[in-house]
């Protein structure tokens, strides 16, 4: 059972940068796509970035051009560099991974979750 652990989130003023990791608990090679999602208060967990274990990246639009995803298998982790970020951008970040199986099925790991707050 793979474990993910995020870290890197805190407390930021508009306009200022974090850099969020996601440490796997084994070679991110098998995952063959992650992701980094966020969850506001009473809302559902939405996808802002993505990247396969081809380096194909996606982004949603809130956040194309602030926020650049990477992931490293050397170090076994996966990055979300923020830059400009914006008070909407306050909420909690999760990262995840899936592991595809023959078949069609997969499954589908996911960290904790980091705090990231942006006062205006």
């Known amino acids: 059972q793979a474990q993910l652990v995020e870290s890197g989130g805190g407390s930021v003023q508009a306009g200022g940068s974090l850099r969020l990791s996601c440490a796997a608990s084994?070679?991110?090679?098998?995952?063959?796509?992650m992701g980094w999602y966020r969850q506001g208060p009473g809302k559902q967990r939405e996808l802002i970035a993505s990247?396969?274990?081809?380096?194909?990246?996606w982004y949603a639009d809130s956040v194309k051009g602030r926020f650049t995803i990477s992931r490293n298998s050397t170090t076994n982790s996966m990055y979300l560099q923020m830059n400009s970020l914006k008070p909407e951008d306050t909420t909690v970040y999760y990262c995840n991974a899936v592991l595809r199986l023959p078949g069609g099925s997969g499954v589908t790991y996911w960290g904790q979750g980091t705090q990231v707050t942006v006062s205006s």
């Open positions: 990247i396969t274990n081809t380096k194909i990246t």
């Open positions: 084994e070679n991110i090679i098998r995952f063959d796509d």
